[in-house]
Every structure is written in structure tokens, then in C-alpha cells.
């Protein structure tokens, strides 16, 4: 019998006695999993906090993020959030030396389960309203192909070619006490910074944002980067991943024992450029937001036709700024 794939964005069909992976029936509404790991509720005091959804009113707390799901998606999952915690309470190197599809599954769970929920608010709202529920059929696509990929996790799915996804991880200047998340559930973007380790993840880039910012990687190494470095670090990241032109579809061939889904090349037709045009205003605008910590205005940021500041590079000569010369606050 050849292995069947489940896709929820065929029909946008999300339902509680649903597993959101398998799409196999739960008895009731108690087989659920949490979107983030149970160490992120303890650890960091999250039980009691709230996670803004993506119309940035809406909220939900935390250990209110849940997933339906079969006990062995759960189970696996679990696993995941075990090997990442222990890898993340040694470090870099530790991190790096996960295997990078199951790092890519940990982190696809969390930013699939929190789109989960801005799906089902959305879905809500337009029954409210007495409109149709839809999805643009582009961003449809993405999506499907995004869970198809994390069905990998319980079923026999195969990559070939160069991985669709990019993680990058760096030493960062945070203490044990710092849980710092962001995601963007549309673009598949995931950042996170504890414990001394900083990673940024684009979840379907087919490797070609991280490849866009190897001079700026090659310039950090090793260091230990301030937290405003970091966050530049990101805010290029999601930026990047914004201007990428549309990949062509993946190639998908299915066989008796599971699926092969191979990356197409990365040189688009024509020769069309693989990213759009960067605007320093609207890049100034991203800065604003992930520097609101330290209080930058984004006319402080960027002042035309001055491009913006950095704290990753000078600006007159390109070469790295060390930490060290950065007398901000952490």
C-alpha cells in the first residue's frame, strides 16, 4: 500500500478531532500537543504570558498554543523538543551538530502551530462576518508544501538537491534568563536567542537567503555578538527572505515507499535576479521594530540619503564592528 500525505491547505480544513500533521481522526479534543516546548512555559515563566497573533490585537496564552495531534506525532515531537533543549543548554557547537532537518522539523512545528492559530482566528472572523474563509492561491502552495515537508517527521519523505531550508547559528550575548522568539508565519521566517546561542532559520529559502548574507557571516565567525548585533542580524534575515523572487515548484515524485522532493535550481529564468530590489527605508522601517529596545527612532536609523546605521559594519569601509565598541546596554 503506498504511503498517503495529508494537506489541510487542500481544503483549509482545520479541526480539533483532526491530527494536524496526519490528518487522521482523534477520538476527542484532548489529544493535543503545545506549540512551544513545555521547558519554554517552565523555564522562562510563559505559562501565564500571552503570544500576540498576527493581526497584532488578537492574543492567546501560551500554554493555550495547541496542536491536535496522534500520540506519535506527539511522542516525536517530544523527542525533538528534548534533543534541542540539551543541545541548547551547551552551546553553539552543540546546536550546529543537530542534524539540520531535525532542527528545521523542531523549529517548522512551532512556526506552523502559531500560522495554526492565525489561521483558525482568521477563519473565525470571516464566519463572524458571514465571508468566505480563503487563501491566496500562491501563498497556498507555499503552505502545503511547507507541512508537507514536516510530514517528514512520520513519514517517508526524501530531499534531494540543495535542503529548501537555511539555518544559521551564532554566539550571542544572552543569559540563561532570556527567551527571545520572533517568527514571521507567512514569509517562514524563526529567530531565537538563549542561553549564549542565537538562531535564525528561513524555512523554505532553498539555502538562498543565508548564501546572500555569507560576507556578513564570514565577518562574525565566532564572536560573541552584542544582542542589537544580532537583532541587525535577523532584521537582514527577514528582510532578505522578503525580497526573494519566487522560487519555481518543487519537483515531487511519488513511489511505492514514500516521496521524493527535490529543490529546483536556484538561477531563475532569464536570468531574473533571485531578490528584489533593497530599499534602505523600508530595511530602516524592519530595523525600527527589532531595535525598539534601545529606543532608535527610525529617523535615527536612517537619515536620506545616508543609508541606515549598522552595529554590524562600518559604514565607511565595510570592516566588522566589534562588540567591544558597542557601549549600549545588553
Known amino acids: 500500500m503506498s504511503v498517503r500525505y495529508y494537506n489541510p491547505f487542500a481544503t483549509l480544513f482545520f479541526d480539533s478531532h483532526t491530527c494536524f500533521l496526519t490528518g ?122 511547507f507541512h508537507l515537508m514536516l510530514q517528514s517527521l512520520v513519514k517517508p519523505l526524501y530531499f534531494v538537491g540543495e535542503k529548501p531550508w537555511s539555518i544559521t547559528v551564532v554566539n550571542v550575548k544572552y543569559s540563561k534568563e532570556v527567551f527571545n522568539y520572533r517568527d514571521d508565519t507567512i514569509q517562514l521566517m524563526f ?69 521524493i522532493l527535490t529543490t529546483p535550481k536556484t538561477a531563475h529564468p532569464n536570468q531574473t535576479p533571485l531578490f528584489g530590489v533593497w530599499d534602505d527605508a523600508i530595511f530602516a522601517k524592519v530595523l525600527t521594530d527589532y531595535w525598539s529596545p534601545w529606543g532608535f527612532t527610525r529617523k535615527q536609523i536612517h537619515d536620506f540619503p545616508d543609508p541606515p546605521i549598522s552595529f554590524l559594519e562600518n559604514q565607511a569601509d565595510y570592516s566588522f564592528i566589534t562588540p567591544e565598541q558597542i557601549s549600549l546596554p545588553f
Not at 493581526?55 to 523527542?79: M, N, R, W
Open 24 to 145: 487522521e481522526n482523534l477520538p476527542d479534543d484532548t489529544h493535543k500537543m503545545s506549540v512551544f516546548p513545555s521547558w519554554v512555559l517552565t523555564d522562562f515563566g510563559y505559562n501565564e504570558k500571552r503570544f500576540k497573533l498576527m493581526d497584532f490585537v488578537s492574543s492567546i496564552g501560551y500554554k493555550d498554543l495547541q496542536l491536535p495531534c496522534t500520540t506519535h506525532v506527539k511522542e516525536a515531537f517530544q523527542q525533538l523538543d528534548e534533543e534541542v533543549y540539551k543541545a541548547l543548554q551547551k552551546g553553539r557547537a552543540a546546536v550546529e551538530a543537530i542534524d539540520n532537518h531535525r532542527l528545521f522539523l523542531w523549529m517548522g512545528k512551532i512556526v506552523y502551530g502559531i500560522l495554526y492559530h492565525d489561521l483558525l482566528l482568521e477563519k473565525q472572523k470571516c464566519d463572524k462576518w458571514k465571508k468566505p474563509f480563503g487563501v491566496a492561491p500562491r501563498l497556498k502552495e507555499r503552505l502545503s508544501m
Open 191 to 259: 529567530a531565537l536567542g538563549m542561553n549564549g546561542v542565537g538562531v535564525i532559520a528561513c524555512l523554505q529559502d532553498n539555502g538562498l537567503v543565508k548564501k546572500e548574507q555569507q560576507d556578513i557571516l564570514q565577518k562574525i565567525g565566532s564572536t560573541i555578538l552584542h544582542p542589537i548585533q544580532f537583532e541587525e542580524l535577523c532584521a537582514r534575515y527577514f528582510y532578505s527572505n522578503y525580497l526573494l523572487q519566487p522560487q519555481p515548484a518543487y519537483v515531487i515524485e511519488k513511489r511505492e515507499q514514500g516521496m
